[in-house]
């Protein structure tokens, strides 16, 4: 044990640093202080660093460690650590790792019984949530939905009875379809927010229903540009009753393209301990 915590002490450490999201006087003492005193900065983006550097006066060199040369970049930086370097870590903007790189950096310095600290700071998620107005005691972040149609309509289907308040990261160039899908998938009535440009100049709380936000996204291109952070509201608790009907519903629904509509009620039925009435009464339907 001995051993292990003086091979600790021989390691420089690890400073996982937040920045700005947008104003640069979110900037914390503690942060600028660590950028300066470490042998390197690693930045997932050096050249969108660099303007924020040289406001701080941060000369400490600067080293790319992005998503694409992750794998490649992880080593070279835990074999400086282990020599007696020190090391920051930031992103673009915000607390790095949240939809960033730096996970394998990470584990790789747990590994190596590296001192990691990390310095609190600016995160667009936590500063929508503050200002949404929604119930945040409870939440999901779900990062960016996927791209592609199928397979962002899959994921919203999975996601539309979560009770605890939903956080995306998403496209100006995909929110009209994302929230065409969400109307269509979770009902225009749900409340939700679209939180722009947090920090910045042009920093906008939009506060609606899906359908009311749909309508005004459309009609105002402005709300189509920038930094975006959507906030759902979480879908409304149902009793484990409801909950077992709607899987029995699910299951009746599948099995009936194979049997016969009685032996898929019955079916249905079994597996989910509910009774035979609503199935029946869906059938009727």
Request: charged content about 20%; overall charge negative.
């Amino acid at each position: 044990m001995l051993k292990k915590f003086e091979k600790m002490n021989q390691c420089g450490n690890l400073y996982i640093v937040a920045t700005p999201i947008g104003n640069l006087a979110d900037m914390a003492p503690r942060a600028v202080a660590t950028l300066k005193k470490v042998n390197c900065i690693a930045a997932e983006d050096t050249r969108h660093s660099a303007p924020l550097l040289h406001y701080f006066q941060i000369t400490t060199p600067v080293v790319s460690y992005h998503d694409h040369n992750e794998r490649e970049q992880t080593p070279l930086l835990i074999e400086r650590l282990v020599a007696g370097e020190e090391i920051a870590l930031i992103s673009d903007a915000g607390t790095p790792l949240i939809n960033d790189p730096g996970f394998q950096l990470i584990r790789a310095a747990i590994a190596q019984n590296i001192s990691i600290i990390p310095l609190p700071g600016a995160n667009a998620i936590i500063c929508a949530l503050s200002g949404a107005g929604i119930p945040s005691d409870r939440f999901v972040f779900e990062g960016f939905l996927p791209a592609k149609n199928k397979a962002r309509r899959d994921h919203l289907i999975e996601l539309r009875h979560e009770p605890r308040t939903l956080v995306f990261y998403e496209s100006p160039y995909r929110l009209l379809e994302t929230l065409t899908d969400l109307i269509e998938i979770f009902g225009g009535t749900r409340q939700a927010v679209i939180a722009r440009e947090l920090t910045k100049i042009h920093e906008t709380f939009l506060r609606d229903t899906l359908e009311n936000l749909a309508i005004l996204v459309q009609s105002d291109a402005n709300q189509q540009r920038g930094e975006i952070v959507l906030i759902v509201a979480g879908a409304p608790e149902i009793s484990e009753l409801a909950e077992r009907e709607a899987e029995a519903q699910r299951i009746f629904a599948i099995l009936q393209s194979e049997l016969p509509a009685s032996q898929a009620v019955a079916l249905a039925a079994k597996i989910t301990g509910v009774r035979k009435n609503p199935l029946y009464s869906l059938l009727i339907k």
